[in-house]
Every structure is written in C-alpha cells, then in structure tokens.
C-alpha cells in the first residue's frame, strides 16, 4: 500500500503484515549496541596485546643489542702523540654540539650527530679516513666510525 500522507511505500501493510513496534525496534538497537560494545571491548583487548608484546620486543632487542656491542672486539686506533696534540689543535670543542654522555670505546651513539674533519686532518692522520668525531661532556675527542657509529677510540682533553 502507498501512503500518500507519509510519502511512502507500505509493504509490510500489503502483505497482510504489520509493521514492528517501536519497542522492537528498540530492542534490536541494544543487542547491535551490545554486539558492537563486545566487538569493540574485544578489539581493545587485542590492541592492549599487541602494545604489550611490542614493549616486550623492544625490550629484547635492547638487551641483544647490548650484548652484542660487548661482545664485538672493536679495532683499536692508535694514536701518537704529535696526533693526539695536533687533534687538539685542529677540533675544537663547542659545548652546544657534544654527545649527552661520557664516551667509552665500543659504545654506539646512535642519535648523536658526528662531525667531519676540518680539511687536513685526514691528510696528517690516515688512521682517521672512514671515520668522524664529536665530544663528550668531558670534553675528550670521541673518534667514531662512519660505518656503524661505534667509537673507535676516546683522546682525552
């Protein structure tokens, strides 16, 4: 049946059927709401899972990392002493661009910008080629390498 005064198509009505009450209508919200509300707790419980076992992998991988920078036999760069002082004269320490820490050799500065040498030091020292530096907090020269920013070697000041 069509009603004209609401504009709409009856079928319910033209099949002999009523059409649902409003309390059924109701009804049906609240078991989808509640069906929704368990899929959605559900939902958080698994995101809740996933955060926890990315903490716990992070954690691993943090222990396995450091593990693994102890065990690594890390080559040793010597220097002379003419080196040692004429790497004192060339670099110099700028308290606003050092690493936050004190450098130790084998250890890795992951997030600390290195920097180049000023033209000439490579030239005079040749052990430092495939290298860069930075300062620590105590102001020693950290000789890094480029290749997996593991210091190399520490020049005290």
Request: contains cysteine.
């Amino acid at each position: 049946m069509y009603n004209a005064a609401a504009g709409e198509h009856d079928a319910l009505g033209s099949a002999g059927l009523e059409k649902p009450s409003s309390s059924w209508r109701s009804m049906s919200r609240r078991c989808s709401q509640k069906e929704v509300s368990k899929k959605l707790e559900n939902l958080e419980l698994a995101v809740e899972e996933l955060s926890d076992g990315q903490t716990t992998a992070k954690g691993a991988l943090s222990r396995i990392e450091r593990r693994l920078a102890e065990s690594q036999v890390v080559p040793a760069l010597a220097l002379t002493a003419d080196q040692i002082d004429f790497l004192h004269e060339a670099l110099r320490f700028n308290p606003y661009q050092i690493y936050k820490g004190v450098g130790r050799t084998g250890d890795i500065l992951p997030y600390t910008t290195l920097y180049e040498y000023p033209s000439g030091v490579t030239d005079q020292i040749s052990s430092l080629k495939g290298t860069r530096y930075t300062f620590d907090m105590k102001e020693q020269i950290l000789i890094v390498s480029a290749a997996d920013r593991r210091i190399i070697a520490v020049v005290s000041a």
